[in-house]
């Protein structure tokens, strides 16, 4: 292993996003997980376990429980490392404890970790700004999806943060594959599992490795990000 790889501590390691993250690991050069977090296997540490972790790393990822998150966010702040938030239904005290907490450590929450998807948002919202018409977002998912979804969320506040207009978000549970549609006036993109997911948050871990505090998403994380860097992130 090169030593110069972004390590990363990875909670909800045996979730879906982490196995995948994983695998994605192995032929990637910049970036590897160092240790892992889970409820319920012998191979990881568990919740209780935090403080017996030896080995060392630059950040941590969690893709967990939100029964999880209170302790994770605490151990985060403890070992002064950045932490990028994939848990979704979060309450509103533990979003307000983090918020704070970026006044100490770096914190990643964007609702949307897809490099492609942000492309589609920026579309989106160029489209919002040249049309008259009203604007109805149509998020169609597999069936377990937590819905409305972050993405249509983070769609629907940008909009109107930059246009001033509002969205109608209409979500449907439909696909029994891992499938995420949206669409809205002309603009239509599909998401498939989430592999891409999986790279592209190995990809942000990179990128967080060395900001201090704050909270970022993407826009904020790419505008920031030194460009002769950028070959690094988008080559994988």
Request: net charge neutral.
């Amino acid at each position: 292993m090169q030593k110069d790889r972004v390590k990363i501590l990875w909670s909800g390691i045996t979730g879906r996003t982490g196995t995948l993250a994983l695998e994605a690991t192995k032929d990637n050069q910049y970036v590897e997980i160092a240790a892992g977090v889970c409820r319920n296997d012998d191979r990881y540490y568990n919740y209780e376990e935090l403080n017996n972790i030896k080995e060392d790393f630059d950040v941590i990822v969690d893709f967990s429980h939100k029964d999880s998150f209170n302790k994770i966010l605490d151990y985060a702040i403890d070992a002064n490392k950045p932490l990028i938030i994939g848990t979704a239904g979060l309450t509103d005290e533990q979003i307000k404890a983090f918020e704070e907490a970026s006044k100490i450590i770096p914190i990643f929450r964007g609702g949307n970790f897809r490099f492609s998807v942000k492309k589609f948002i920026d579309d989106v919202v160029e489209y919002a700004k040249n049309t008259n018409e009203k604007l109805e977002l149509i998020e169609t998912h597999y069936k377990t999806k937590k819905i409305p979804s972050e993405t249509a969320k983070v769609i629907a506040k940008k909009i109107l943060n930059e246009t001033g207009k509002k969205v109608e978000i209409k979500s449907f549970l439909e696909y029994d594959e891992l499938i995420n549609d949206y669409k809205i006036g002309n603009l239509h993109y599909r998401v498939c599992g989430f592999e891409e997911l999986a790279k592209d948050v190995l990809k942000i871990a990179i990128m967080m490795k060395n900001k201090t505090d704050g909270i970022y998403d993407l826009d904020k994380l790419i505008k920031e990000y030194e460009p002769h860097q950028k070959n690094k992130i988008y080559k994988k």
